[in-house]
């Protein structure tokens, strides 16, 4: 079995964010970037899988060099090559990744792809769907628990009010969600023999974007908040000021 993972690099969640001097992207002075936590699940999935049923397992990324550092990531988990699709420019949208990814993957011809369920810098859940797309394979996204049976693939989903089960076969695309299972944590020894691991890197296939960011802003900040102090009595002005300042009634 060939498994690959598409992984991404994208800035901590705990980073504060501000916008840059383009005014089109962040200002990444003193931004910690992370592999992002959904892709996390997607290669414990793989690496899970390698150990029980043995597969040869491949991290891949678009990006730029630091996008190495995703890899390196998966590399400390478990994962065995990787393969980094370099991109000369920082400016690409879903589309040019997901292009940049298929191609590389009908070349590769994995019988199983994971991807996280959506990276937590755009939140688009897109490019999984969008490489599904192009490769005309079957995809599950926000998958919470995944049996394979030799080609055979049983994915149960949350959706609203209960689950769903969904059975398919290999090659196909799997999109990760919290609860899965639980992502290890690297030991020393992993984090050390990573470093020494090559990351195979081959030139973008395609470069034409389909969207251009025109500009980004930072959501208003919250106002200070009221303190009504006459008790009961003061519940002619909560009504009003609900109405007439928040809105909301």
Not at 50 to 58: C, D, I, P, R
Not at 127 to 156: G, H, Q, R, W
């Amino acid at each position: 079995m060939k498994i690959a993972v598409c992984v991404s690099l994208v800035p901590d969640s705990t980073t504060k964010v501000k916008i840059g001097n383009s005014g089109k992207s962040i200002d990444e002075n003193g931004v910690t970037f992370i592999l992002n936590p959904y892709d996390e699940y997607a290669v414990e999935a793989a690496v899970q899988l390698k150990e029980k049923q043995g597969a040869e397992t491949y991290a891949i990324s678009f990006g730029t060099d630091k996008s190495k550092e995703a890899i390196k990531k998966a590399y400390q988990m478990g994962i065995e090559k990787g393969i980094l699709i370099k991109s000369s420019s920082e400016d690409y949208d879903n589309y040019t990744v997901a292009k940049n990814l298929s191609d590389v993957l009908a070349e590769l011809k994995p019988d199983l792809i994971f991807f996280g369920k959506q990276s937590i810098d755009f939140d688009g859940l897109a490019i999984p769907a969008m490489v599904a797309t192009m490769l005309n394979m079957p995809f599950v996204n926000v998958v919470t628990k995944l049996d394979i049976n030799v080609t055979e693939i049983s994915a149960e989903r949350e959706i609203e009010g209960g689950k769903e089960v969904i059975s398919t076969s290999m090659p196909a695309i799997i999109g990760t969600q919290k609860g899965i299972n639980e992502p290890r944590y690297p030991n020393l020894k992993s984090i050390m023999a990573s470093k020494s691991k090559p990351i195979e890197e081959k030139a973008a296939t395609y470069s034409g974007n389909k969207i251009e960011i025109i500009s980004m802003a930072l959501p208003p900040a919250k106002g200070k908040g009221k303190i009504l102090e006459g008790g009961v009595a003061s519940a002619a002005e909560l009504v009003r000021l609900l109405r007439d300042e928040a809105k909301i009634i």
